[in-house]
């Protein structure tokens, strides 16, 4: 079972990007973010004619998270329960016996901001679901966009990115070692301890033909997962297609189920 995360940046823009890599690389669940569609112009026949099955949320020009699966899409839940947000950022849904939690983690701008002190307080959100989520549902996956680099081998230059950095500060790599401890791994590190291997390049800068990246998408196992996740990886090749999305797909492949 490959489980994988895409932020598309546009899904409308990058539709035929996600159509191409469905069929060449064929995973079974598909977690996407940015789709920036409203509802109703989710592309739901086209991707059902691929061969995947949707649920999904969205706003007109920013956010949106979706899932598509290969198999049928049960018990899904659009947002963090209990927690008020206007945002589309958050979805679930178990899929061949195996819950998936999709984030598109707030970028909180820059600390000392109030965008930071709501992505502080979204992630404290995210840590109790994914609590609850963990008791009803031990075969957890939670993926996404996080904003978040774990480490100094998640980013090309710890002298920048650094504790007082948006997307590196203490704060938020605290927050993600806190949703780890509930019994999370990334499934990446699982498999590769290098550094420098990335899902996403600015677009300025020439930062992608420079490699000049943040290894921010994430793909988490649960511990009842962490043997099944047999392989995981990032797939840069989208990367490199003419009007690409900024990010490019992490996925696991899980030998059970």
Excluded: C
């Amino acid at each position: 079972m490959k489980i994988a995360s895409w932020n598309v940046n546009s899904l409308n823009v990058r539709l035929p990007h996600l159509q191409q890599w469905l069929q060449e690389f064929a995973p079974d669940v598909v977690g996407l973010q940015e789709t920036k569609l409203e509802d109703h112009k989710f592309p739901e026949d086209a991707l059902l004619a691929a061969g995947y099955r949707s649920a999904f949320v969205g706003q007109k020009t920013y956010n949106g998270v979706a899932i598509l699966a290969r198999h049928p899409i049960g018990d899904v839940q659009l947002g963090i329960p209990g927690f008020d947000d206007a945002q589309a950022r958050a979805i679930a849904a178990t899929v061949n016996g195996v819950r998936i939690v999709n984030l598109y983690v707030v970028n909180g701008q820059d600390i000392g901001t109030d965008k930071y002190a709501y992505k502080l307080r979204w992630l404290d959100a995210v840590h109790a679901w994914v609590a609850d989520e963990l008791q009803r549902h031990p075969k957890l996956v939670v993926l996404g966009d996080f904003n978040i680099a774990p480490d100094d081998r998640d980013v090309h230059d710890p002298m920048v990115w650094n504790d007082d950095h948006i997307l590196t500060s203490t704060a938020e790599r605290g927050a993600l070692r806190g949703l780890l401890e509930l019994g999370l791994h990334d499934a990446f590190r699982l498999h590769h301890d290098d550094a420098g291997i990335f899902s996403w390049w600015d677009y300025r800068q020439a930062a992608f033909r420079r490699d000049l990246g943040l290894r921010i998408d994430l793909t988490l196992v649960s511990d009842a997962l962490k043997a099944d996740a047999i392989q995981a990886g990032i797939d840069r090749t989208p990367r490199t297609w003419e009007r690409a999305s900024d990010h490019t797909p992490a996925w696991v492949q899980l030998a059970a189920g």
